[in-house]
């Protein structure tokens, strides 16, 4: 189904200023080089600074704003009106994405091939985990998780983004907000589910959609179901994005490029308005744990998600349990965690929760690469690189 937009007002001179004022309030200001700036993280500004500007090359035309509001993205490339999309631009569009839409969404296609990956059983690296490579672990299968979603795993939801391959979905988690207790905005993703990574820019009308079908709809319900059953708490934008420097640079599509440091945060709102934060109308915000716990310190890591690659359709969330290993791809990053688990893509993105000190659970990952076989899934550890990029996105 196509997507729709709100029709245009009487007054096209001042429809083409609300979206400037958009652009305005999205548009990225600031960079790693400024003095306010997080090692290690790319972020967009904060709205109502003061050096704010726009992206370059920002159509000028009511005729090209109407196709940048509608979600048009045919160029990728330096000559395109937004060239690679160096500034993350994300307005609410109204309806854009419906029901229908989300379904036409495919994974990212983040699988490995195994042969590429060399085992190590001695430490390359100056940390317990670091530079060490375990056996393949033991496929877990992923288990559905307990209906309805909106009680029994209330912080998680799906991530919905236009790409130059066309509608995408991935996994997320509400985090807290340490300086808006009980009022977080805040949403862990990958930052391939963000940004394109090597060469390429930022996504587009970049959409969280928390509790997605919390009853378990089978994908032919889903069809006919009202909308209130499919979005639950409604859809919320981006309004700011930031992933790590490491995953602009060097990720890819395929393969494990850029998968040590494949971490991005949102800060959304909600498309309806509104003044009720995300964490308060979902009822729940998990704790991010910055400190890499070594794998030897914790008995399971459980990784939850919407795999919606075969045998998987994206209308369910699933999760697996097991004990983490480790994974080092490169032993100039860090090391990964590694678990058992069977999800596909779709589930990219997705947290990683342990049990904390305080008995609750918190996000030590979130689902980044797996194997073609599809029996185990790695996730970055999330350390001073992305403190950085939370930090930078909750500022």
């Known amino acids: ?85 160096k500034d993350f631009v994300n307005p609410i569009i109204e309806d854009l994405w419906d029901p229908d839409r989300m379904e036409e969404a495919q994974e990212p296609d983040r699988e490995i091939d195994e042969s590429d990956l060399e085992e190590d ?26 209906q309805p979603y909106t009680r029994t795993a209330a912080a998680h939801g799906k991530v919905f983004m236009d790409t130059p391959r066309g509608q995408m979905v991935c996994s997320a988690t509400v985090v807290q907000d340490p300086e808006n207790p009980g009022a977080s905005n805040l949403v862990a993703t990958a930052g391939h589910c963000v940004h394109g990574g090597k060469g390429k820019g930022w996504f587009r009308n970049v959409v969280f959609v928390p509790g997605y079908n919390p009853k378990g709809l089978a994908s032919a319900q889903l069809e006919t179901a009202p909308e209130s059953e499919v979005l639950p708490h409604g859809v919320w934008w981006a309004d700011k994005a930031a992933t790590t420097d490491h995953w602009r640079e060097a990720g890819e599509e395929r393969g494990g490029k850029g998968a040590q440091q494949d971490f991005a945060m949102l800060k959304v709102r909600p498309e309806n308005g509104g003044g009720t934060s995300l964490e308060q109308t979902v009822g729940a915000a998990v704790k991010v744990n910055f400190a890499t716990p070594a794998v030897g310190s914790m008995n399971d890591l459980t990784a939850r998600g919407y795999p919606a690659a075969e045998p998987f359709d994206g209308s369910r969330m699933y999760s697996c349990t097991d ?51 599809s029996d185990w899934l790695a996730g970055p550890r999330l350390g001073a690189e992305a403190k950085a990029v939370f930090d930078t996105v909750r500022k």
């Open 1 to 85: 189904m196509s997507s729709k937009s709100k029709a245009a007002g009487r007054r096209p001179a001042f429809a083409a200023a609300a979206v400037i004022a958009a652009l305005a309030v999205t548009a990225t200001a600031c960079g790693p080089g400024e003095d306010d700036a997080k090692p290690g993280a790319s972020a967009t500004a904060e709205a109502g600074k003061q050096d704010l500007t726009l992206p370059e090359n920002l159509p000028t035309s009511l005729e090209g704003l109407k196709k940048w509001k509608e979600g048009e993205w045919d160029n990728w490339n330096p000559e395109g009106w937004l060239g690679e999309a």
């Open 323 to 373: 004990s983490p290993s480790r994974l080092t791809i490169d032993a100039g990053q860090p090391t990964m965690y590694r678990i058992g688990c069977t999800m596909t893509g779709g589930s990219s993105g997705g947290g990683w929760l342990a049990r904390g000190t305080g008995g609750d659970d918190e996000l030590l990952s979130v689902t980044s690469i797996g194997p073609v076989t």
């Open 121 to 146: 059983d001695g430490g390359g690296g100056t940390g317990e985990d670091e530079g060490v490579t375990d056996p393949t672990p033991a496929k877990v299968d992923a288990t559905p998780v307990q």
